[in-house]
């Protein structure tokens, strides 16, 4: 019998150098994530045979953009993606999993003692329902959540004065950001731009949209 792990493309040579000595929980939760994604809801049935490339190292290729020691929100966490990714390449910064759906928590939570990761918090809530995180963070990433004229005013009260918002996109980032003009006013961002990370590195460079979070 056939198991999703057949479907498993072979971990690219970047992943090593990625995580370093975390490879080994990197590889067990990618091998987690793709026997088990799909039948739990967490990832779609075309997502098992890109799994490394698409998503991990997607995500992980964002890790050195977090301040070191600092606490890092990852809104609709979801499959982990990039929260769990981004704790175990980022061991030194604390990061909260905000994620509303009972079984991506329960998901997370599983993950998250199965690999002994001691830096991460798990909160059941909706980003707006967050509130004791409400200017508590140094920064709040999100990837494939939603549009940024939608995912700014869930993240950017999060965030405290002065710290950022890394938000992984797509190709359409520049777009989104024109359409999010009024929110980015709003919520007074500044320094909003698109960088890429990972070109040379990886096969899919990772397009992240960052703005620094300011009061009054």
Known sequence: MSSPLDDLEAEPAEAAELFGDRIDLARRFTRALAEHGEERGLIGPLEVPRLWNRHILNSAVAAP??????????????AGLPGIVLAIARPDVEWVLIEP????????????????LENVVIERARAEEAGRYEGMLDAVTARAVSALRTLIPWTAPLVRDGGELILLKGQGAPKEIEAAQKVIRRHKLSDVRVEVVGEGTIAEPTRVVRATVREG
């Open 65 to 78: 953009l977090f301040p070191a020691g600092g606490r890092v929100g990852d809104v609709g966490s979801g």
């Open 101 to 116: 759906m009972e079984r991506r928590v329960t998901w997370l939570a599983e993950q998250t003692e199965q690999l002994g």
